[in-house]
């Protein structure tokens, strides 16, 4: 099983950018395909993006399209999340999780490692 520990959080005015990284730890034979969540009390954790294994595909939530993006490095070891134009709405916990199967869609319930998370404030 892999650890999965985010970083990049922090504090933003609204229009700024912060990129999100999310180091995998463990398998070193195992690259699982990774997504992105946000959680926000009173909601549920909300799907954001994804990526898999080798990097060849990714899947964006509608309601961040063109203003996030997925990236992986070669190794496969860091997935990072780009964050760009950032609105006070986006503030929240988010968080990395481990798919469990080769296509890593936006159901919570399917990733079985999650990460501890990491705060994004952004003020207006």
């Known amino acids: 099983q892999v650890q999965l520990e985010e970083s990049g959080g922090g504090s933003v005015q609204a229009g700024g950018s912060l990129t999100l990284s999310c180091l995998v730890h463990g398998n070193v034979f195992s690259k699982p395909p990774i997504g992105w969540f946000r959680h926000t009390p009173g909601k549920d954790r909300e799907f954001l993006a994804s990526?898999?294994?080798?990097?060849?595909?990714?899947l964006i939530a509608d309601s961040v399209k063109g203003r996030f993006s997925i990236s992986r490095e070669t190794a496969g070891d860091t997935v990072d999340l780009q964050m760009n134009n950032l609105k006070p709405e986006d503030s929240g916990f988010y968080y990395c999780a481990a798919h469990r199967s080769l296509w890593p869609g936006p159901r919570a319930d399917e990733y079985d490692s999650w990460g501890q998370g990491t705060q994004v404030t952004v003020s207006s």
């Open positions: 990526i898999t294994y080798d990097a060849k595909d990714t």
